[in-house]
């Protein structure tokens, strides 16, 4: 295959439970993941729908140069208007499926309608034969680890999933997606922010499966300069910092020093718990327990993927990240890292957003409505999520929902979705980032990690970020191993056999951006939404408020002349 020609693309109607492949367009050739998503949103989705309504389009979307050997690249997009936010959402997982669909020539799936039966499940089924739609009701309220289980007992080794857990078929907004990871064991993968596990499972569908047979890696169109590009970026990686290396959650000391590991509810950004919270400690245990370092999909080399076990030496949970140690531990006093493991396992197993889930558990607890610091409590609750008690669906809805059921004032959000551990008051520029995202508060849209930074830098650093990080989600590449515009644009080119301008990546960035605006305008948003929770700028923390003004906050979103730094900004997640 010569780049993209003879690509597809599959739709899918679940009010009648049929698939019909077509032609990818050739001009969206350079379209993958979330642009490819915010494009056929504008196209295809009324804003102003129900997010749990037939009417709410859901696309599953591979980067770029998914499929292909360029190192780390095999992300996938999920998209949908959020039941979260009301606003559009992307949020992108590693895992196998975005390969396998890329090397059968699979560009995005994009499913539309709804059953007229709430109660069924349907499956979709992908190999080299085509594209079905199969009943999923013998798989019904499964938890993500057992459903995973009977499923390769079910198809090929080959295949990998994609999946919906309780949280995603009960239509809570904290919901996931999950994907199984490389060993095609787990679905320790989830694209987590925003619900979209609750459009897939107000659709029906309980789970994809793609079997990629004996399809092979995509051959780009210059194979010599791609293969040169491999072995250079790669070898490039490797003889630098490797700063994920012992993975994300090696950052805590870090964060923890700068007040961004926020504690009990953010009323304060250092944890006294850091040392045990500190990801150093999950590597320790591989010595004795067992657990590793490994790559979540085929082809990555950061590897930044933790296998943690258990005192008796078997497998927990993959990845416990930097973000999941921070909610669902130091944010709600949570001394050890081995509970937030528990946890961790909980959240997958359910189908939930580990960040929003923490998020909401702290609010309870700041409203004195369960114990700082009791883990114990904390699982059970996550377990009785899918049972959907009064108190369950409140934390399975979100921190919002939480601060409505509880009454609470002090709510860390941004557009409804909850503030990740990265703290908008030491780092102003990234609550610039969080205000003017369409993604609300979400690190991966444009992460800024300089508390020196000046109010007049605060406009274009996220902006320059955000550009940078809507071509690398579309890409395929991970934002860990920290890629370019220059370095995309030059893989772009080996890929087609043609050149591509900074310009053009440029254009392609904001372009993403606006289509992604354009869809919440269209939906209700304004100017004024384009703001923190009050209380993160009336609660200080290490003295400091967010109180960047509208107008600098506004200033990120209008287009500002590319300068020579926007091409060199690494892709910050
Ligand atoms: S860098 Fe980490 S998250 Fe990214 S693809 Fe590799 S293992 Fe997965």
Known sequence: ???????????????????????FPEEWKLLGGRALSAKILTADCDPKCDPLGPDNVLVMAPGVLSGTAAPTSGRIS????????????EANTGGQPGQHLMKLGYRAIVVKGA???????????????????????????????????????????????????????????????????QDNRFPARHAARGGLGAVMGSKGLKYVMVDPGRASVRQPSDRKKFGELCKTYTKDYLDGPQMFKTGTSSVVPVANMLHTFPYKNRVEGQSPDAQTLDGA??????ETRGGEMHNCMTGCIVKCSNVVHDAQGEYKTSALEFETL?????????????????????????GLDTIETGAAIAVLMDAGQLEWGDAEAMKKLIAEIPELTDRGKAIGNGAVATGKFTGHHRVPHAKGQAIPAWDPRPLKATG???????????????????????????????????I?????????????????????????????GEEFSREAIHDQGWECL????????????????????????????????????????????????????????????
Not at 1 to 23: C, F, H, L, R, W
């Open 115 to 181: 059953p007229s039966d709430a109660e069924a499940r349907y499956a979709v089924e992908i190999n080299e034969d085509g594209v079905s739609v199969t009943s999923a009701d013998a798989h019904k309220g499964k938890w993500n680890y057992t459903l995973c289980q009977d499923l390769h007992g079910q198809y090929p080794k080959t295949a990998s999933f994609i999946t919906c857990g309780p949280a995603g078929e009960a239509r809570l907004s904290g919901a996931s997606v999950a994907t199984t990871d």
């Open 514 to 573: 606006a289509d992604e605006w354009a869809f919440n305008d269209a939906a209700g948003f304004g100017a004024s939404d384009d703001v923190m929770a009050e209380c993160l700028s009336k609660d200080p923390i290490n003295g400091q408020v967010f109180d960047v003004p509208a107008d600098i906050v506004a200033a990120a979103r209008q287009r500002m002349p590319a300068q020579d730094d926007l091409f060199e900004a690494k892709a910050s997640g």
């Open 78 to 89: 999920i998209g949908a208007k959020s039941p979260l936010t009301g606003g559009i959402k």
């Open 1 to 23: 295959m010569s780049g993209p020609s003879g690509d597809k693309i599959i739709y899918v109607d679940m009010t009648n439970q049929t698939a019909e492949v077509k032609d």
């Open 432 to 466: 610039v980032t969080y205000c003017t995202s369409p993604m609300g508060a979400d690190h991966t849209a444009g992460l800024i990690v300089n508390p020196g930074l000046q109010p007049d830098q605060f406009a274009w650093e996220s902006q320059k970020v955000q």
């Open 281 to 286: 400690r999950i590597v320790e245990s591989f």
């Open 326 to 350: 921070t909610l669902l531990g130091a944010n709600c006093a949570v001394a050890s890292w081995e509970d937030v493991a528990d946890m961790d396992r909980l959240c997958d197993e359910v």
């Open 468 to 496: 940078v990080n809507a071509v690398c989600d579309s890409s395929g590449f991970c934002q860990f191993l920290q890629p370019n515009l220059d370095n995309i644009r030059d893989f772009y080119g080996a890929l087609y």
